[in-house]
C-alpha cells in the first residue's frame, strides 16, 4: 500500500534505474514497517523542472501509505532527502516531499479495497 513517487529533472543511467527502484522500495517498507510486496515506487527522470528559478538538480516526492504515522514523517523526509543525495547528487535543500495518509476505504487492490 505505500507508494512513492518521484519526478527529478536528473538523468539516471539505464543500468542504475532497478537498483535505485528497489533500494528505494526496501527502505520504505523497513521504515513503514509494511510488507514489501505491497511498495510501489514510480520513477521519473530528466522532468521539465525549475526549483527555486534553476534547473539544478532537483526531485519532488510523493509519498502515500495506509496508515502512515505523523510521528515518522520527520525520518522518512531524512530518509530520502538522504538516499537522493547519495544515489542522484540532488542537495536536501533541492527536495519537497509530500505525505499522505491514505484512509483504508480509499486504496484499492485486486478488486477490492484494503
Avoid at 523497513?30 to 527522470?45: F, G
Avoid at 491514505?102 to 487492490?109: H, Q, Y
Amino acid at each position: 500500500m505505500p507508494y512513492v513517487k518521484i519526478q527529478t529533472n536528473t538523468p539516471i543511467a539505464s543500468e542504475e534505474k532497478q537498483p535505485l527502484l528497489s533500494k528505494i522500495s526496501r527502505q520504505v517498507a523497513d521504515a513503514l514497517n509494511k510488507p514489501e510486496r505491497y511498495v510501489m515506487v514510480d520513477l521519473t527522470e530528466n522532468a521539465s523542472m525549475v526549483f527555486s528559478g534553476s534547473g539544478d538538480p532537483a526531485a519532488y516526492i510523493e509519498l502515500k501509505s495506509i496508515g502512515l504515522p505523523d510521528t515518522q514523517t520527520q525520518h522518512l523526509s531524512q530518509m530520502m532527502c538522504t538516499l537522493l543525495q547519495d544515489e542522484l547528487s540532488i542537495s536536501p535543500e533541492r527536495i519537497y516531499i509530500e505525505f499522505t495518509d491514505i484512509p483504508r476505504k480509499f486504496w484499492g487492490w485486486n478488486g477490492s479495497t484494503f
